[in-house]
């Protein structure tokens, strides 16, 4: 069975410092991972995806993300963090060939000034 | 429309109500899915459609809980009976490819649904 765990519900960085959000994954078969931004009130919108052609995957906003199979994890990053990134992230996995997608129970970033 | 669209935004029913939510897909999407979004926790998958086909209800709570997309575009998930505990916020996602998984699904701004 998949499942999702993301590393701390919240986090809180300064403007301008790195941001890091945690997620480690558990997959039977190769998985597709995710990382889906919501803003309040807001549906989620797609940040990023891996599905295997590369294990760093750069997604909008400059937030990358990287594919660890030894780690079972998908971390993502940013370098520079702007207070337009206060939100709720979820990581997201969904097996290949399937269509179900198990989302983690989040994490939602504060942006310091 | 350019986006997926929900309707109503916000719904306040007594218990024991019946209520009807609807999705708009992007026009020409082939996969709609349906999630529960409770307080402070991420989407949970309620059900899933390919085009009128409705091939995954798994996530379904009850048997109170009822979707359908008769011809393949708009989708409707009906509650019977509410529950204080059906309280959430209803999000609904579409797709452009019917072979799935590693699409990105393209989210409404949901419904969220008070049961008093």
């Known amino acids: 069975a998949q499942s999702v765990t993301q590393l701390g519900s919240h986090v809180s960085v300064s403007e301008g410092a790195l941001v890091l959000l945690r997620c480690n994954y558990s997959s039977s078969v190769p998985p597709y991972l995710f990382w889906y931004v919501q803003y309040p009130n807001q549906g989620l919108q797609l940040l990023l995806k891996?599905?295997?052609?590369?294990?760093l995957v750069k997604g909008i906003n400059g937030f990358e993300a990287e594919f660890k199979k030894s780690e079972t994890s998908f971390h993502l990053t940013k370098p520079s963090a702007h207070m337009s990134d206060a939100a709720e992230y979820f990581c997201?996995?969904?097996?290949?060939?399937?269509?179900?997608?198990?989302f983690g129970a989040g994490t939602r970033l504060f942006v310091k000034a | 429309g350019a986006g997926v669209s929900q309707s109503p935004r916000y719904k306040v029913a007594k218990r024991g109500q019946d209520v009807a939510l609807r999705c708009d897909p992007i026009?020409?999407?082939?996969?709609l899915f349906w999630y529960q979004q409770a307080l402070g926790q991420g989407p949970e998958f309620l059900t899933y459609f390919q085009n009128e086909a409705q091939l995954d209800k798994s996530g379904l709570p009850s048997d109170r809980f009822f979707a359908e997309r008769p011809e393949g575009s708009v989708s409707t998930l009906k509650i019977q009976r509410t529950q204080q505990e059906d309280s959430a916020v209803y999000l609904c996602?579409?797709?452009?490819?019917?072979?799935?998984?590693?699409?990105?699904?393209?989210f409404g701004d949901g419904t969220r649904l008070s049961i008093l």
């Open positions: 891996y599905t295997s052609a590369a294990t």
């Open positions: 996602a579409s797709s452009s490819d019917s072979s799935l998984s590693n699409q990105p699904q393209h």
């Open positions: 026009s020409g999407h082939v996969s």
């Open positions: 997201a996995v969904s097996e290949t060939g399937g269509f179900k997608t198990i």
